[in-house]
């Protein structure tokens, strides 16, 4: 039911085009993981920047997260990257660029519950596969690399914001505030309010200079 225009104008198609909610019609297909809808339409998740074939078997996204293309090359072309999963541009996503696509989602979600399991339905793959290439390419396993990112952040905000340390916990994703003061002390060598204080004592210096 939906022209082809891909033919009629070759100028007019290489100008890619806006994605636009999903009908209803089309959100069924996304939720009912229905292979009969792939090559109709191609679906983006704004929140993990990713975007795959409607017969996906990912996490469902939330239906106001989505964005629907009519051609792979437009969701690209908007910044969206192919689903490791699904591969709907039917090429394989280099492993450089799909462990890229773990930390900006780590870096934006540092407040949530991540975990393996759910690092790997947001960037669709399998646990084990995940695991390994993103040790291999960063060094660390995903879990050590979310807690070094949280307590980087939790560093800061001790030392800029008026925060309780049981705010800057829930802040950084750790509402159990004595695993976060475990957690802090072991990375850091002091506890939370230790290493407050001492950049309360650093900061006025550091002022004057």
């Not at 060598?189 to 200079?209: D, H, L, V």
Request: proline share 5%; aromatic share 8%.
């Amino acid at each position: 039911m939906r022209s082809n225009e891909s033919g009629s104008n070759g100028g007019e198609r290489d100008r890619p085009r806006e994605g636009r909610p999903a009908s209803d019609q089309q959100w069924d297909a996304i939720i009912a993981c229905d292979g009969a809808s792939n090559g109709t339409f191609f679906y983006a998740v704004k929140t993990t920047r990713i975007f795959c074939r409607p017969s996906c078997k990912s996490r469902e996204p939330k239906r106001d997260h989505v964005l629907v293309f009519d051609d792979a090359r437009d969701a690209a072309g908007a910044g969206f990257r192919a689903c490791k999963r699904c591969k709907p541009t039917g090429e394989r996503m280099p492993d450089q660029e799909w462990v890229h696509q773990m930390t900006d989602y780590i870096d934006a979600h540092l407040q949530e519950d991540l975990s393996l399991e759910s690092l790997s339905q947001v960037c669709h793959g399998s646990v084990f596969h995940m695991h390994r290439t993103f040790k291999r390419l960063q060094g660390v396993t995903p879990i050590v690399y979310i807690q070094h990112r949280r307590i980087a952040e939790a560093r800061s905000l001790l030392a800029q914001s008026g925060l309780s340390i049981s705010e800057v916990a829930a802040n950084v994703g750790l509402t159990n505030v004595p695993y976060f003061t475990t957690l802090f002390k072991r990375k850091t060598g002091m506890t939370p309010a230790e290493f407050r204080t001492t950049m309360q004592k650093i900061e006025p210096s550091g002022k004057e200079g």
